[in-house]
């Protein structure tokens, strides 16, 4: 079954110690990307990657990082979480630009940072 | 770069009657215009969206969206609405080769019995 994979599902920590969120894609997409969501601003885009070893900031870059050492792995790092990262977090992949191409979202993951 | 508003935060409609979501964006150059879905608990699913021409594009499930550009508006409607449509709706945009995808801050559609 062609799908996107987050894990954990729910995460609950303390302010900064470190958490990566994984997320996997079995369809051969050349194109993934984080976004957060939060009530009332809709889903904005942390990181996106092209392909691999290929990662650019999206809207709302700080407190994040990801790499793209395989084609279907994009983690998603949080160093030294603050509270204001508590969000629901969504991986997302397609096969090329999201412009062009149908972009497939993964379950979720919630984070609650205390 | 590019925005999208979605003035309508919360639309409750009663089963079989049409809705209308309204979506207006902002950008300088062309852009790409989509609307996903999301039902309670679970990610987003594309619904329908424009690229290039004819303005009016249809799903499956019965929603059209019409393309305005001397408006900058990209409205979502459906003639008579079902308990099942009953969920989240973002209107999102991107830029021509752009290759990042700015999100509307979502409009939830309650259909009521």
């Known amino acids: 079954e062609a799908q996107v994979t987050q894990n954990p599902r729910y995460l609950i920590t303390v302010t900064g110690k470190k958490l990566t969120v994984t997320c996997s894609q079995n369809?051969?997409?050349?194109?993934m990307s984080w976004y957060r969501q939060d009530p009332g601003l809709g889903l904005r885009q942390i990181y996106y990657?092209?392909?691999?070893?290929?990662?650019d900031k999206g809207d709302v870059p700080e407190g994040y990082k990801v790499s793209r050492k395989e084609k279907r792995n994009f983690p998603l790092i949080l160093e030294s979480p603050s509270p204001n990262q508590t969000s629901l977090y969504f991986c997302?992949?397609?096969?090329?630009?999201?412009?062009?191409?149908?972009?497939?979202f993964g379950p979720g993951t919630r984070l609650t940072v205390l | 770069a590019q925005s999208v508003t979605q003035l309508d935060s919360q639309v409750p409609v009663f089963e079989e009657a049409p809705v209308e979501l309204r979506c207006n964006y902002s950008s300088s150059v062309s852009v790409y215009l989509f609307w996903y879905v999301q039902y309670p608990n679970q990610g987003l699913q594309l619904l329908l969206k424009y690229l290039s021409g004819s303005t009016l594009v249809e799903s499956i499930n019965g929603f059209e969206a019409e393309f305005n550009k001397s408006q900058t508006s990209f409205h979502l409607r459906k003639p008579s609405v079902h308990i099942s449509d009953t969920a989240e709706y973002f209107c999102?945009?991107?830029?021509?080769?752009?290759?990042?995808?700015?999100f509307g801050p979502g409009t939830r559609l309650s259909v009521l019995p």
């Open positions: 999102a945009v991107s830029e021509g080769y752009g290759q990042n995808f700015v």
């Open positions: 369809m051969n997409h050349e194109y």
């Open positions: 997302a992949s397609s096969l090329d630009r999201p412009s062009y191409n149908e972009q497939f």
């Open positions: 990657s092209m392909n691999v070893e290929v990662t």
